[in-house]
T-cell receptor, first 113, second 115 residues
């Protein structure tokens, strides 16, 4: 079974802090994704990566960056956290062909105060 | 660009009854895939069912089935013999073959199952 692990389930940070959200998958998947989930808005794609050191912006990349130095790990970085980045963050991975479903982690609920 | 619309923010069903969740999508691609995901209170997103657009036959997974109407761009999910464990947020999603594997999600439908 594919396992996608997010390092924190809950996180509380202060405005202006640099925040790292870590995600690791154990099935050698090529693609990895970071989504943000907000009530009434569904899931919105922040960034994704289809290979090591490769990244593409999603629909809402502003205020975020990512890092993929190893195939199994995909990090989301908030350079200077703001209160409007309080949200649920979901990491996902998939194989590198178009009908491959996404496998999700359990999510990190980030609160920025 | 793809869009996915779920017009029912909330639905409820009695245990053992059948419920249908609606989804419409819009894409200019000829090659695409459609998915239903379930997110229970544990927050783990779980794939429920998927449909390839080139297949005319509706996908079925045990008590879950879809009604795929390609011309109408409709992809509804039917849950038969509803169980308490089916209570969750359900998301419809689409993926086009040329999209670098990005899924576009609807806003979700919260399903309540009443005992």
């Amino acid at each position: 079974d594919v396992k996608v692990t997010q390092s924190s389930r809950y996180l509380v940070k202060r405005t202006g802090e640099k925040v790292f959200l870590e995600c690791v998958q154990d099935m050698d998947h090529e693609n990895m994704f970071w989504y943000r989930q907000d009530p009434g808005l569904g899931l919105r794609l922040i960034y994704f990566s289809y290979d090591v050191k490769m990244k593409e912006k999603g629909d809402i990349p502003e205020g975020y960056s990512v890092s993929r130095e190893k195939k199994e790990r995909f990090s989301l970085i908030l350079e200077s956290a703001s209160t409007n980045q309080t949200s649920m963050y979901l990491c996902a991975s998939s194989l590198g062909h178009s009908n491959s479903p996404l496998h999700f982690g359990n999510g990190t609920r980030l609160t920025v105060t | 660009a793809q869009t996915v619309t779920q017009s029912q923010p909330e639905m409820s069903v009695q245990e053992a009854e059948t419920v249908t969740l609606s989804c419409t999508y819009d894409t200019s691609e000829s090659d695409y895939y459609l998915f239903w995901y379930k997110q229970p209170p544990s927050r783990q997103m779980i794939l429920v069912i998927r449909q390839e657009a080139y297949k005319q036959q509706n996908a079925t997974e045990n008590r879950f089935s879809v009604n795929f109407q390609k011309a109408a761009k409709s992809f509804s999910l039917k849950i038969s013999d509803s169980q308490l464990g089916d209570a969750a947020m359900y998301f419809c999603a689409s993926l086009s073959g040329g999209s670098n594997y990005k899924l576009t999600f609807g806003k979700g439908t919260l399903l309540t199952v009443n005992p």
